[in-house]
């Protein structure tokens, strides 16, 4: 069997998203006042959620994200997501769980900034 196109997989990743990216999308990304795509093939990555308008990419990071290969991963991944001129939002988790107002309002607070900052 063929191996899974990058598109293939961000679709598979939308159909089978976590509970908190879940949860994030449905009670507050999606009616955003910019729009936000979810699983969004950037390069060779496929990131969280993507708003074109302010270059600001949402990742929530889950318990293998803190495993020394995947920190490891995400750096570089990172750093090439910011030499697109993208920055990169992290939350994990918890976060998403036990703090969601104030994921949600980083995430407004940084996506008006930037917005702001390129018009």
């Known amino acids: 069997m063929p191996e899974m ?3 293939d ?3 598979d990743l939308r159909n089978n998203a976590t509970a908190q990216e879940n949860q994030l999308y449905y009670q507050f990304l999606r009616k955003f ?3 936000i795509h979810r699983q969004k093939v950037i390069g060779f990555y496929i990131v969280d959620f993507y708003c074109h308008k302010a270059r600001l990419v949402i990742e929530i990071d889950g318990g293998q994200h803190f495993e020394e290969k995947k920190l490891n991963q995400d750096i570089f991944r990172t750093r090439f997501l910011e030499e697109q001129g993208l920055l990169v ?3 994990t988790n918890w ?3 036990h703090q ?3 994921v949600c309002e980083r995430i407004e607070e940084v996506a008006e900034q930037r917005v702001t900052g390129f018009s």
Do not use: G, M
């Open 95 to 97: 976060e998403v769980d």
């Open 5 to 7: 196109s990058l598109r």
């Open 9 to 11: 997989k961000a679709r």
């Open 100 to 102: 969601f107002a104030q």
């Open 33 to 35: 006042k910019y729009r």
């Open 89 to 91: 939002l992290r939350f």
